[in-house]
């Protein structure tokens, strides 16, 4: 298998599940300006969607990490990462998932538009502290990790996107679980690979 990425990006979610599963997989970075891989490949070849992350695998490429993360959990085997498809605890974890994805991902999007307004930009973080409240009180009943005891991929997309945090203006003071929640998913190994890989830690 091959991922293609950018670094630090939504991409580095997929990455880091990759790892988590032991998964025999390389690496391909993508300039998203550009549209061409590190190899120099058109990326629109790849991808015709232009985005990260995609997924090159003997079935074909799939794109969209929500779909990237589960295809690897279920290929796996890994059903602490996401549990038995047809259980409640599996819908909860896609619940989560596509929220962090369509809600959480998304509020942050306008903050990387360096044309938007002081007034977007107000809008746009009250915005987004509404769904970063909702994961503090998901946290709120003293579990480790977003659905519960164990991490799942739900976190791992969750670590990404709030890690944009700092370069964004975004303070997190106000959510002293999930930002330790976040710091438990910093200290796996898998995570640590990852953003060594993309060239995000010494």
């Known amino acids: 298998m091959k991922l293609y990425y950018s670094p630090g990006a939504c991409s580095l979610a997929s990455h880091i599940i990759l790892h988590e599963v032991g998964a025999d997989f390389s690496i391909e970075k993508v300039d998203l300006r550009a549209k061409v891989t590190e190899t120099g490949a058109d990326y ?8 990260v992350p995609a997924l090159a695998t003997d079935e074909g490429v799939l794109t969209e990490g929500v779909a990237i993360m589960q295809y690897l959990a279920d290929k796996a085997g890994a059903t602490t990462l996401a549990p038995t498809p047809g259980t ?8 989560v998932l596509n929220f962090v994805s369509a809600e959480v991902h998304k509020g942050y999007s306008p903050l990387f538009n360096p044309a938007l307004t002081e007034e977007g930009r107000t809008a746009a973080l009250a915005n987004l502290n509404r769904k970063l409240a909702m994961l503090e009180a998901a946290l709120a009943d003293g579990r480790d990790y977003l659905t519960g005891a164990d991490f799942t991929l739900p976190d791992a997309y969750a670590f ?42 010494a």
Request: glycine share 8%; no cysteine.
């Open 88 to 95: 409640m605890a599996r819908a909860r974890v896609q619940e």
């Open 44 to 51: 629109w070849a790849v991808n015709a969607k232009g985005s």
């Open 160 to 201: 990404v996107v709030t890690g944009w945090s700092d370069r964004l203006g975004v303070d997190l003071a106000a959510y002293p679980k999930l930002q330790a929640a976040m710091a438990r998913v910093g200290a796996r190994p898998s995570v640590a690979a990852a953003m060594k890989a993309e060239g995000l830690t």
